[in-house]
C-alpha cells in the first residue's frame, strides 16, 4: 500500500541554526498534511498542516513546503532551540474516506547541539 | 498539554489474555481515533469512533475492537493478545470526523505482551 515516508532518520543541527526535515509522501490522493513533533513519553503535539491548494504555510518558528509535483514535504524549523529535540512525523490524510485517517511516516529524530 | 487522557499508563499482560484501554477526549471533541505506535514506528490507525459508532477501520483485525460513550469518551478492546501487539497505544480526540480539524493526542498507554 501507499505510505509516508522520511529521507533521514536522524538529524542533528546546532542551536541557534535552522533545520530541515524532509518527507516523501506516494498517494497522489492525498490533500491534507501534518507535521507532528512526540517527545519522549509523550502523545504526537501538532505543529503545522497544510492543504493540497497550498504551497507553503509559516507558523511560529516554522514553515510547511509542499511541492505536490515531486510528492515531497518539508518542514522547516527557524533558530532551532534545545525544547525541539523530539521526533518529527509527517502524516498525510487521503481525500478517500471518511474518517480522519492519517498515514504516518516513520519519524525523524532531531537533536539539538549546544 | 491536549486535554486527552488515558488511563492506564503502562500495562503488562501475557499472550492469550484480554485487554481494554481508556480515553478521555478533550472537552467539546465528539470524535476519538485510535492509534498503535510500535517502537521506532509512527503511528498506525486503528479505528475512529464518531457518535457511537465506528467510522473507519485500519488494517487491523477483528481482535481490536472498541466503543464510544455518550460522553465521547471511548475505550479500546484487544483479545487474544499477541507479542506484537506490544506497543504504546494512542487517543486522539477532534471535534468532528474529517475537514480539517485537527487530531489532539494523548500520552497514550504502553502496553507490553510477555
Known amino acids: 500500500g501507499e505510505s509516508v515516508g522520511l529521507h533521514l532518520p536522524t538529524l542533528s543541527v546546532q542551536e541557534g541554526d535552522n533545520s530541515i526535515i524532509n518527507c516523501a509522501y506516494s498517494?497522489?490522493?492525498?490533500?491534507?498534511f501534518i507535521w507532528y513533533k512526540q517527545e519522549s513519553g509523550k502523545g504526537p503535539q501538532f505543529i503545522i498542516d497544510?492543504?493540497?491548494?497550498?504551497d507553503k504555510r509559516q507558523g511560529q518558528r516554522v514553515t510547511v513546503l509542499l511541492n505536490k509535483t515531486v510528492k515531497h514535504l518539508s518542514l522547516q524549523i527557524a533558530a532551532t532551540q534545545p525544547g525541539d529535540s523530539a521526533v518529527y512525523f509527517c502524516?498525510?490524510?487521503?481525500?478517500?474516506?471518511?474518517?480522519?485517517?492519517?498515514?504516518f511516516g516513520s519519524g525523524t529524530q532531531l537533536t539539538v547541539l549546544p | 498539554e491536549t486535554g486527552v487522557t488515558q488511563s492506564p499508563t503502562h500495562l503488562i499482560k501475557t499472550r492469550g489474555q484480554q485487554v481494554t484501554l481508556r480515553c478521555s477526549s478533550q472537552?467539546?471533541?465528539?470524535?476519538v481515533s485510535w492509534y498503535q505506535q510500535a517502537l521506532g514506528q509512527g503511528p498506525q490507525f486503528i479505528f475512529q469512533?464518531?457518535?457511537?459508532?465506528?467510522?473507519g477501520r485500519g488494517n487491523f483485525p477483528p481482535r481490536f475492537s472498541g466503543l464510544q460513550f455518550p460522553n465521547y469518551s471511548s475505550e479500546l478492546n484487544v483479545n487474544a493478545l499477541e507479542l506484537d501487539d506490544s506497543a504504546l497505544y494512542l487517543c486522539?480526540?477532534?471535534?468532528?470526523?474529517?475537514?480539517?480539524?485537527?487530531?489532539?493526542f494523548g500520552s497514550g498507554t504502553q502496553l507490553s505482551v510477555l
Open positions: 486522539a480526540s477532534s471535534l468532528g470526523t474529517f475537514n480539517n480539524e485537527k487530531l489532539f
Open positions: 498517494n497522489s490522493a492525498s490533500d491534507y
Open positions: 497544510i492543504r493540497s491548494n497550498m
Open positions: 502524516a498525510e490524510n487521503p481525500t478517500s474516506g471518511s474518517a480522519r485517517q492519517l498515514t
Open positions: 472537552s467539546g471533541h465528539n470524535t
Open positions: 469512533y464518531y457518535r457511537e459508532e465506528e467510522n
